[in-house]
């Protein structure tokens, strides 16, 4: 009993620390952005890193997505007559839910794991600690845009797979099963508010790229400089990573749209 | 570019034998054992004479008191004391795990000591503050075991990177510059390599045109002959000490590679154990009565340092 609480304490006591330590690393990444700004090309570099080379998962994934809810939202709507809706519900649970959610869980699986890995290996290969000898702050130089890139792409590939999605479900709806065009595409336009359905859905993406990067560079730092500590860190990533989107995603979601 | 022969078992280099030699040859008398826990100081007068040459521009370049590091409960450092002279090639050698590449850290401020100082051109490394630490650091080279080179940027770019983070020079001055640096280590030819095209040994050469981009006045070798086949460790070696003398570096070279340490090293210290086991130059450490010592330069398989792991008695073990 007593071992059971001490495991207990030293547990609480490690994740307290860990915390305390991102939350020291995100200062030291914010505090970064003056030099970022001197640097705009390497910010544009993780953009393209994280941003670029994920649209290819992100715009196949949310066509099938758009796809299935056209399917599903159909099969519903239909028995209550209102299928001409599907375009308002294919757009709202995309704009508002999936878009943001979705978008963020493939971006820790594919974007997030290979920053933890490369700040990982980069901690291995004495990379990090080259750069401090060679007086070059690793944090600014090799954090700080990672995260921004993080941060900026995140929006942007929510809004290609909403997009896209809408795409899908209106081939689907309109294409496949005979929803008329003008009443899909219509209500959509007359349906979807733009501050509280694509500004709320903004921001929740803006939250998910803060902290699925601030976890991906935390776990990459903090990796025990071995290939068995990397391959751990690119794990804890993308399940403590999933695990706070949707966990944020519901504290989100009451905050914007409960009454 | 010659190669200068290992001495495994009697390290020595010419300079250290000539200094014997006017020395009369009786360095070794002075040893004994230091006051202190079992440091072993040897070749008291050799000693004294080599600091003196080597510290003709005044005060050694570094100097540690009282070191004091723990990792957890494991204590890698307990009170030791070194100094290191300016413009020598001055040899820490140990056992694996006994803290060598912690102490290049400590000397660098990348590391914190628990209690003692570190000084480097007479400034406490460990109360400098952020900005001043680093504009020390671009007066520090630091070779490390891996190279350390980023992988996203060819050989050239790798040795302009601290030109180019430092400086404001134009880029022909730049490219000059790196070319110069890349000419050196015998690279020239490899400059539009990537790292992932490199040998180890490349790599680390490499690594020193990097090191010695912004002319530093120390440059620290972090384990340099590691996994190195005979001609690049006969290139790194004969670099080493090229590069020491022609640019009147002060180098360290962290190693456990006796024979190839020893035959370029002015001065060396052998810590174990948290503390300074012996220091010398290279032949008084060879003269050494300790047989700890020997045991070490010598690559003895049993002695102070048992082969056997500590276990239950072998009959016991096997007979039930």
Known sequence: MLELLRQLGRSGLQSLANLGRGHILLAAILLGLPSLVARPQLLLAQIFNVGVLSVLIIAVSGLFVGMVLGLQGYYVLSQFGAAQSLGVMVAASLVRELGPVVTALLVAGRAGSALTAEVGLMKATEQLSGLEMMAVDPVKRILTPRFFGGLVSMPLLAAMFSAVGVLGGWFVGVGLLGVDEGAYWGQLQAKIDFEEDVVNGVIKSVVFGFVVAWIALFQGYEATPTSDGVSRATTRTVVHSALAVLGLDFVLTALMFGD | ?320
């Open chain 2, 1 to 320: 570019m010659g190669r200068r022969r290992p001495q495994t078992t009697r390290p020595a280099r010419n300079r250290n034998q000539d200094a014997a030699a006017r020395d009369g040859g009786h360095g070794a008398d002075a040893r004994r054992v230091g006051g202190s826990s079992s440091s072993v100081v040897i070749g008291e007068r050799a000693s004294a004479r080599t600091r003196m040459t080597g510290t003709a521009g005044g005060t050694p370049l570094v100097r540690i008191r009282g070191l004091r590091f723990a990792r957890g409960d494991r204590v890698i450092f307990d009170g030791v004391d070194m100094e290191i002279p300016r413009g020598q090639i001055t040899a820490i050698m140990g056992p694996s795990g006994t803290g060598k590449t912690t102490l290049l850290k400590l000397i660098s401020g990348q590391l914190r000591p628990d209690a003692g100082t570190v000084e480097v051109d007479g400034q406490d490394v460990h109360r400098l503050s952020h900005g001043d630490l680093y504009r020390m650091r671009t007066r520090m080279g630091m070779l490390f075991q891996s190279g350390a080179l980023l992988t996203d940027l060819s050989v050239f770019e790798n040795v302009a990177y601290p030109l180019r983070e430092h400086t404001r020079l134009s880029e022909s001055m730049v490219r000059k510059l790196v070319l110069m640096k890349l000419e050196a280590v015998g690279l020239r030819g490899a400059r539009d390599l990537m790292p992932s095209e490199l040998s180890g040994g490349m790599a680390r050469r490499v690594a020193l045109a990097r090191a010695v981009a912004l002319d530093p006045m120390m440059i620290m070798y972090d384990e340099p002959f590691t996994g190195q086949d005979p001609i690049s460790m006969g290139v790194l070696v004969t670099l080493i000490r090229q590069l020491n003398d022609a640019s009147r570096l002060t180098s360290i070279v962290v190693s456990h590679d006796v024979g190839e340490t020893a035959s370029i090293a002015d001065r060396i210290y052998l810590i174990a154990d948290g503390k300074v086991m012996a220091q010398g130059t290279a032949q008084e450490i060879d003269a050494c009565g300790s047989d700890w010592v020997q045991q070490f330069m010598r690559g003895e398989p049993d002695g102070p340092v048992h082969f056997h792991y500590p276990a239950p008695e072998l009959e016991r073990d096997f007979l039930g």
